[in-house]
């Protein structure tokens, strides 16, 4: 088990659908990502979130839009995604907001698009 | 940009040989490397790190070299087993002062019993 929790593990949307993604730590941390991972490829860097705040998106589509509810939280929002967004969806959360440290990930949720 | 690469995509052994992962970076600026490992169906789990002020890192049967020189990364596994095969990313610091984490392309470890 991880320290990260991501739910739900997986998901099965469609284009026209409006879903959201989570993403869980107790740790204390406070910086958060979001990362994109496709089959046989390293994690991309989506999103950055430091003290609550976004500090680093890296050009994601709009229809990718994240949320920092509070230190502990992050989401991020999905509308109009496309099937070449399908991807394996990571969550990771540092001491912040320098790197430093390790990232601890969770386990990520496994997205398809149809 | 910075980024980080991996020489072989792929890497087979036999049980109780020793395993070595390359790594490039091309940051000169880098001063934190991590290695992580990556399970099917899991999430990248930490191995180890090293920060550019030490030239080498030693853990449980796992040892990081870096040479500054080549802007290169070795991850050294003694004793694989089984349980050891995985994806293998390294990964360096980048972003806006240092707040992101970049990963390398990764090799996928396979070892046999």
């Known amino acids: 088990d991880t320290e990260v929790t991501q739910t739900p593990k997986h998901l099965v949307m469609g284009m026209t659908n409006k879903k959201s993604l989570k993403c869980e730590q107790h740790?204390?941390?406070?910086?958060m990502y979001w990362y994109k991972q496709k089959a046989k490829k390293p994690p991309e860097l989506m999103f950055v979130?430091?003290?609550?705040?976004?500090?680093i998106n890296e050009s994601v589509p709009s229809r990718f839009s994240p949320e920092c509810p509070n230190s502990s939280l992050l989401n991020l929002h999905l509308h109009a995604l496309q099937p070449e967004d399908s991807a394996l969806y990571l969550c990771?959360?540092?001491?912040?907001?320098?790197?430093?440290?390790?990232?601890?990930f969770g386990n990520g949720t496994r997205l398809t698009v149809t | 940009g910075e980024s980080v690469g991996l020489h072989l995509p792929t890497l087979s052994v036999q049980e109780g040989d020793n395993s070595i992962i390359n790594c490039a970076y091309s940051n000169s600026a880098s001063d934190y490397f991590i290695w992580y490992k990556q399970e099917s169906g899991k999430g990248p789990q930490f191995i180890i790190d090293?920060?550019?002020?030490?030239d080498k890192r030693q853990g449980q049967r796992v040892t990081v070299l870096l040479n500054k020189t080549v802007k290169h990364l070795s991850l050294q596994i003694a004793a694989t087993q089984p349980g050891d095969s995985a994806v293998y990313f390294c990964?360096?610091?980048?972003?806006?002062?240092?707040?992101?984490?970049?990963f390398g392309k990764g090799t996928t470890l396979s070892v046999s019993s």
């Open positions: 990964a360096e610091i980048g972003g806006q002062a240092g707040t992101a984490l970049i």
């Open positions: 979130y430091s003290y609550e705040k976004l500090s």
């Open positions: 740790m204390g941390h406070r910086a």
């Open positions: 990771a959360s540092s001491q912040g907001p320098r790197v430093n440290s390790p990232l601890h």
């Open positions: 090293i920060r550019s002020n030490m």
